[in-house]
């Protein structure tokens, strides 16, 4: 029996545009694609390169935590793998990007001895700086996911750019919400009010995922956040208040040590 091997890669945010050729090709080649793109669209983009397809989408929802629909995925695509198939795992966006289920898939995977690879993609922050305008090297960019933000208190710097994932779910921590909440979205923008005045411009960002759509985009007072329309695909994109300021320290440090 051939030796089993496992792929995983991304389907870029718009459907079909943004696969790489390199994944196309795993698509087409493998023997079954295991798929969570969440978009019919999408699932039929795969189907047109590889007639079996197997989604992995209904084990979301019924009740089940995340955590139990992540494990049940990785036990899928790995007993594909332990049979002997050549498996692909395509996942919508950037595989490696908040998904634990592809990351978890590819160690396992090589901790049993078999060849596993991830392969990179589009991704949501991409986008961001595309659609929005603005080069994270030259401003500095904070990326954090939205409930780790809030409960762990993360250090951050407001004067560079600050980016916030997963905000519809902000504050859960039961791995059962799979919707927003006005009042989540308000103790977001309240902890956010400890750095920022409540007049900030934020800006809530739904990528476009058809190939002629356009981003959404809605730019409001940090104050009003709630007032968005947020969805599990929201992103909130903080630009920086006030500019950063040399440190005296660092300046005399680099005279001392580079005469600069």
């Not at 929005?132 to 409960?151: H, K, M, N, R, Y």
């Not at 007072?221 to 929201?234: F, G, H, K, N, W």
């Amino acid at each position: 029996m051939a030796r089993g091997s496992l792929i995983v890669v991304g389907t870029g945010i718009r459907i079909g545009n943004q696969c790489t050729i390199e994944a196309k090709h795993h698509i087409v080649t493998a023997d079954v694609v295991f798929e969570v793109v969440g978009d019919e669209l999408a699932q039929e983009f795969l189907r047109s390169l590889n007639e079996n397809v197997v989604s992995l989408q209904h084990l979301y929802g019924g009740g089940r935590a995340r955590s139990d629909t992540y494990k049940a995925m990785i036990e899928i695509i790995l007993s594909a793998v332990r049979e002997g198939k050549r498996v692909c795992a395509a996942f919508y966006g950037h595989p490696g990007v908040y998904v634990y289920p592809s990351h978890e898939s590819v160690r396992r995977a090589r901790e049993e001895g078999y060849e596993a690879e991830m392969l990179p993609a589009v991704s949501a922050d991409a986008c961001v700086f595309a659609d929005l305008g603005f080069d994270p090297g030259w401003l500095g960019c904070q990326s954090f996911e939205a409930t780790d933000f809030v409960i762990n208190a993360r250090k951050f710097d407001p004067t560079a750019v600050l980016i916030l994932w997963q905000i519809a779910l902000v504050g859960d921590r039961s791995l059962r919400v799979f919707s927003s909440d006005p009042r989540r979205i308000r103790l977001l923008a309240e902890v956010l009010m400890e750095h920022y005045p409540p007049d900030h411009p934020v800006t809530v960002y739904c990528a476009a995922t058809l190939p002629m759509g356009h981003a959404d985009v809605q730019t409001l007072p940090l104050s009003r956040l709630d007032e968005a329309v947020i969805t599990q695909e929201s992103t909130l994109v903080v630009p920086p208040y006030g500019e950063a300021r040399p440190s005296a320290d660092r300046l005399a440090l680099m005279e001392a040590r580079l005469g600069a």
